[in-house]
């Protein structure tokens, strides 16, 4: 605490400007008897002035150690004219703005995932920053939510459990969707040749918020961890191969989220701008439907006329299971495979990892989307679904996915193959590809089958689930066991010791090796009776990455 004194004050005891949540931040005076100069204003933790004008934030519920700052723009409403262009700066202010709500959640349809109903809104760039009571400089995470690039919002993670370890959280709303990554030729040849990824450029915009802002919050810029999940996790991996990104971070934590690195994952600018040409199409086939006017959908004045409920329908047609940030030649100047495979992404500490049962999420999702539960006999019919043809899908569904080898449960089958071709495989080769070159990965895999799930109970149990972990770092509505609640406060110390030092380990937890090509070993996060945390060097084994994936690593 930082207090004035003048010389041998007579005065009464100091009094608390502020509630005892907050005094640790307060500047404290006393004054009195005459010729004494008036009192120092105290200053209030709680009004912080940013590059763009002053906010007022609040002291969380639980005890005051964290302060709260909610809904701060960091770029100007992408609406009108600046739909479809990089973000712009935010307009400033002058009166004290209130920040202890949310910012509203960018446009998109209803999920269990994101908006519990459809939002139309574009007016969506803001970020959330939480931070502890205490001084700082502390160390600083910016957490990039999931959400297949096209659900999600900043709203749904609570961080304290983080900021009770003296970090800084920022948690930021970024566009999805068609309105955050669509490419079409028109707004290609009005932006220089490049078009899409304005998401992205969000991201970029946030950080670069952070880099100058988060020091007003006791944050420490220089010292910055960008951390997701899914496409969160697939958003780290962006910044690591994005140019223009370099700088705004130092270290990464990605979180199920090499499974955009397959060979063709990424679209070049033209096939993006060929998908960006199918959704304008079936945006104006929609309005033209509902009785509205057609427009010329090679111009952008039509582009920025459509209704974003009508791109929320259209943009399915490109992007059944979501976007992924194309090749466009701005932001990404090459895949991030490629960069990864070249060894030419910033050398910074890396976690990486994955959960046991990522694809259970997705047979889930099958079964409340009304198709059947699986068995033995409509198991390669799903298989094929996935993209693996015959005779490939049914040797896969009589030889290593085989629900004989799983209980006699087909689902369990299609989850263990979907996790492994799509999530765990490519994190292991992420990893080979990233340890070396200057920089330490440490790899790890959530494997409590017992979290609590993710989506409303089907025909099998999800198991550790794609997202199954966040609750084990967020403050989420789900209660946790006594064990659960001890798994969650060593991933909570792991992570924000990472983000602290730029190593995993210590605060008395188990020791977490750094991954190598030669030793893979992988840190088991599990509760004490499934095996608690323990390393171990069988994840390629159990996931089939060196036998039936081997060519994912080519």
């Keep these: ?73 960091y770029a100007a409403p992408p609406v009108g004219p600046l739909r479809w262009r990089p973000p712009a700066p935010p307009a400033s202010w002058t009166e004290v703005r209130d920040a202890t709500a949310f910012g509203p959640a960018c446009a998109q349809p209803a999920s269990p995932f994101g908006t519990a109903t459809t939002t139309v809104n574009e007016d969506c760039l803001t970020l959330n920053v939480f931070r502890p009571s205490t001084p700082g400089p502390h160390p600083v995470m910016v957490w990039i939510h999931g959400g297949a690039f096209y659900l ?8 304290a459990s983080l900021v009770a370890q003296g970090v800084v959280v920022v948690t930021i709303n970024y566009r999805l969707g068609a ?9 290609s040849a009005e932006q220089g040749g490049h078009s899409g990824n304005y998401g992205l450029m ?10 100058a802002n988060i020091d007003k919050f006791g944050g420490d810029k220089n010292n910055v961890t960008i951390f997701g999940e899914s496409a969160g996790g697939f958003s780290v991996l962006s910044h690591l191969a994005a140019p223009e990104s370099a700088g705004l971070f130092h270290k990464v934590i990605v979180m199920s989220g090499a499974y955009g690195m397959g060979a063709t994952s990424q679209d070049t600018l033209a096939a993006a701008q060929t998908k960006g040409q199918t959704i304008a199409t079936a945006a104006v086939n929609e309005v033209t439907g509902a009785g509205g006017a057609p427009c010329d959908t090679n111009t952008v004045a039509c582009l920025r006329s459509l209704p974003a409920s009508a791109l929320l329908t259209a943009q399915m047609a490109a992007y059944p299971n979501g976007p992924v940030p194309s090749v466009d030649g701005r932001v990404l100047d090459a895949s991030v495979r490629a960069k990864v495979h070249a060894g030419t992404v910033p050398p910074v500490p890396v976690i990486q990892g994955s959960t046991r049962d990522e694809y259970r999420l997705f047979g889930a999702l099958r079964e409340m989307r009304g198709e059947a539960p699986l068995d033995a006999s409509t198991l390669p019919a799903a298989i094929r679904a996935l993209g693996i043809p015959d005779p490939t899908a049914s040797a896969l569904a009589s030889g290593p996915y085989n629900p004989a080898l799983f209980g006699n449960n087909a689902s369990f089958a299609y989850g263990a ?19 070396g070159h200057g920089r330490a990965v440490y790899s790890y895999e959530f494997r409590d089958r017992t979290a609590p799930e993710v989506l409303p109970a089907v025909s099998f149990p999800q198991g550790a689930a794609h997202s199954a972990e966040l609750q084990y770092l967020f403050d989420m509505p789900r209660p946790l066991n006594p064990e659960q609640q001890a798994l969650k406060s060593a991933m909570v110390r792991y992570f924000t010791h990472f983000a602290r030092t730029g190593q995993p ?23 004490a009776a499934s095996g608690g945390i323990a390393p171990f060097g069988t994840f390629a084994t159990e996931h089939q990455c060196d036998t039936v994936w081997a060519s994912l690593a080519n």
């Design 505 to 527: 380990a210590g605060d008395g937890l188990p020791a977490w090796a750094a991954f190598t090509a030669a030793a893979p070993t992988y840190l088991g996060l599990d509760i």
């Design 417 to 435: 193959l979907g996790t492994d071709l799509v999530f765990a495989c490519n994190g292991l080769n992420l990893a080979k590809r990233l340890s």
């Design 179 to 187: 309105l955050g990554f669509m490419a079409h030729p028109a707004l």
């Design 1 to 73: 605490m930082y207090r004035f004194h003048h010389p041998r004050p007579k005065c009464g005891p100091r009094r608390r400007t502020l509630a005892a949540a907050t005094a640790a931040l307060l500047v404290s005076a006393c004054g009195g008897g005459d010729g004494d100069k008036a009192p120092a204003p105290a200053a209030d933790p709680l009004v912080v002035t940013t590059a763009s004008g002053p906010i007022r934030g609040q002291a969380s519920a639980a005890g005051g150690t964290m302060l709260e700052f909610k809904g701060i723009p």
């Design 202 to 211: 969000d991201q970029q915009a946030a950080l670069r918020w952070v880099q």
């Design 152 to 159: 999600g919002a900043s709203a749904g993670y609570d961080p």
